[in-house]
């Protein structure tokens, strides 16, 4: 089960850092990655992070300016997310699975969190 949140109202060039927390599974076999769905748009990926953390990419949108990381002891992946624009505005979803590292498809991904809304203001 993951279980995100953070998500809320912010201006443009602000910053909010979302986190995921997991259960009930050994959170470090797992991918983590961040996905989101902006209104009317489809669900695309964000940014992912690798089994121990020495690994991360990014969407292209989204390089520069936001930082997945995780903390294995406390079985929860983070999203820093700094110099927001509006056009960041979406339902933030975290996923996880076990599948080899580098995926950016939605359908890779086997666990999802129940997602967390972003408002970015212009």
């Known amino acids: 089960q993951l279980q995100a949140c953070g998500g809320g109202l912010v201006q443009a060039g602000g910053s909010l850092r979302l986190s995921c927390a997991a259960s009930?599974?050994?959170?470090?076999?797992?991918?983590m990655a961040w996905f989101r769905r902006a209104p009317g748009k489809e669900r695309e990926f964000v940014a992912a992070?690798?089994?121990?953390?020495?690994?991360?990419y990014y969407a292209d949108s989204v390089k520069g300016r936001f930082t997945i990381s995780r903390d294995n002891a406390k079985n929860t992946v983070f999203l820093r997310m700094n110099s927001l624009k509006p056009e960041d505005t979406a339902v933030y979803y975290c996923?996880?699975?076990?599948?080899?590292?580098?995926?950016?498809?939605?359908?890779?991904?086997?666990?999802w969190g129940q997602g967390t809304l972003v408002t970015v203001s212009s």
């Open positions: 996923a996880a699975d076990l599948l080899t590292f580098g995926s950016e498809r939605p359908n890779d991904f086997g666990s």
């Open positions: 009930g599974r050994t959170f470090s076999n797992y991918v």
């Open positions: 992070i690798s089994r121990s953390g020495g690994n991360t």
